[in-house]
C-alpha cells in the first residue's frame, strides 16, 4: 500500500470555508500525538524511514493507538511512500516494547487535525505545535503503476481550495520541528 500525499502551508479558516463550499463532508475533528523511534541497527533519517506510536484522541472522548511504518519517499514530486499501520491496545505498552529492544523516542509531534473527504481524497486541516498550519491532501493506492494519476488528482484538490501545488513542503512535520 502507498500512501501519495501533497502538503501545503495554509490559512486553515480560508481553506475550511472553500470545503465548506465545495460540499466536502465533515470528518470530525482530533488530536493526535506522534512519537517517533530511532532504532539501534541503523538511522532512520538516514535511510528516510520512520517508526511512530500514534495515539489519537477524537472529539467523541475514545481514545486509540497505532503503529506505523513510512518506507522511504518513491517519487521526486509528492510525499508518497510505502505505508504499513495497524490498531494496538495500549500505545504505552508498546513504548515499552521498543524501549526494551533499544528503540529510542526520537521526538514528539502533536498537532490537531480536521478531517474532510472530497472526491475520494482526505483532506486534512493541521495545527502542528512548533510548526505551523498546513493542509494535506492525500489517498491511498495499491500499485506504484497509479501515483501519477493519484498525484494528480491531490493538485486539482488543492488548486480547487484555492491552493498551489508549487508550494508543496515535502518535509515531514517530525523533520520541520526538528529543524525549527
Known amino acids: 500500500m502507498y500512501e501519495v500525499e501533497v502538503k501545503v502551508p495554509a490559512d486553515l479558516e480560508v481553506v475550511r470555508d472553500r470545503l465548506v463550499a465545495l460540499g466536502a463532508t465533515s470528518r470530525g475533528a482530533v488530536v493526535q500525538v506522534d512519537t517517533y523511534y530511532d532504532a539501534p541497527h541503523r538511522s532512520f533519517p538516514d535511510t528516510d524511514e520512520a517508526l511512530r506510536i500514534r495515539e489519537e484522541a477524537p472529539t467523541d472522548g475514545s481514545d486509540e493507538a497505532k503503529l506505523t511504518y513510512k518506507g522511504p519517499l518513491v517519487d521526486d514530486e509528492s510525499k508518497t511512500r510505502t505505508e504499513i499501520e495497524t490498531a494496538v491496545l495500549d ?90
Open 91 to 180: 500505545g504505552g505498552k508498546l513504548d515499552a516494547i521498543l524501549t526494551n529492544l533499544e528503540f529510542e523516542p526520537a521526538a514528539t509531534v502533536r498537532k490537531e487535525r480536521d478531517r474532510f473527504e472530497y472526491e475520494g481524497y482526505t483532506i486534512t486541516l493541521d495545527a502542528v505545535d512548533g510548526v505551523g498550519e498546513y493542509v494535506e491532501v492525500e489517498t491511498e493506492i495499491e500499485r506504484e503503476t497509479e501515483l501519477a494519476s493519484a498525484r494528480d488528482g491531490a493538485y486539482d484538490v488543492l488548486e480547487r481550495l484555492g491552493l498551489d501545488p508549487d508550494e508543496q513542503e515535502r518535509t515531514s512535520y517530525l523533520e520541520l520541528l526538528l529543524e525549527s
